[in-house]
């Protein structure tokens, strides 16, 4: 009995050294490199500035001219669980959008707008609409929109045109008007601080 005990202790133990050589050989032919740069990349859940994500770095002006309805009806359909868009369509989650493009914002009578988007001084631009499009939470810090944004200008563009087309009609703005207006509002944050506080003119 102690033999075949012996024995089977013999073995088991001859086996375990083979495995703690095999594990130590192939640790050494199999060695391991730390890599350049540790963990992976993730894309940002929030796109860039210019990427769709804030405030567009295309001059959204230049491209309504050739900005196709159709395709910006097939685009408004990512709206609709939300938004109608036909004269007198009923609210949503979302306002009625017919004839939204040259109205103040927060104009639909009895929606309950969030304060962050009825703070949003002046009047539905394309300029601001594409802005609204690309990031809503960018457009007006706060929104109660959870739609993340379109990303590609093209879509915008296509989008605000089928907008436009329905109850606005409003001419499409010269290209570079844009960003005129956005060089003047860049001016006027950077003017001192009692010229913050004079009226300004309607």
């Not at 036909?86 to 009625?96: D, R, S, V, Y």
């Not at 001084?121 to 379109?150: I, V």
């Not at 087309?165 to 010269?174: D, E, I, R, V």
């Given at each position: 009995?102690?033999?075949r005990f012996n ?155 089928y907008m436009n ?10 290209a570079g008007a ?25």
């Open positions: 009995m102690d033999d024995t089977i202790a013999g073995w088991v133990l001859a086996a375990g050294i083979v495995a703690l050589g095999g594990s130590i050989a192939s640790g050494m032919y199999f060695k391991g490199h730390a890599p350049e740069k540790p963990g992976y990349e993730v894309a940002d859940a929030t796109p860039a500035e210019g990427e769709g994500g804030g405030a567009a770095a295309v001059d959204i002006a230049t491209l309504l001219p050739t900005a196709d309805p159709a395709k910006g009806a097939e685009v408004f359909k990512k709206c609709t669980a939300c938004h109608t868009i036909n004269q007198g369509g009923a609210q949503g989650i979302g306002p009625n959008l017919w004839g939204a493009l040259g109205k103040p914002h927060g104009h639909v009578a009895g929606f309950a707008y969030s304060d962050a988007l009825k703070g949003v001084p002046g009047n539905w631009d394309f300029a601001g609409m594409d802005k609204w499009l690309a990031s809503p939470r960018k457009y007006a810090p706060g929104t109660k929109m959870t739609f993340a944004g379109l990303s590609k200008p093209e879509d915008r563009a296509n989008l605000l045109a087309s329905q109850g606005s009609n409003l001419p499409l703005p010269a844009a960003s005129a207006a956005d060089t003047a509002a860049a001016g006027n944050a950077a003017a001192p601080a009692e010229n913050a506080a004079a009226p300004a003119a309607h």
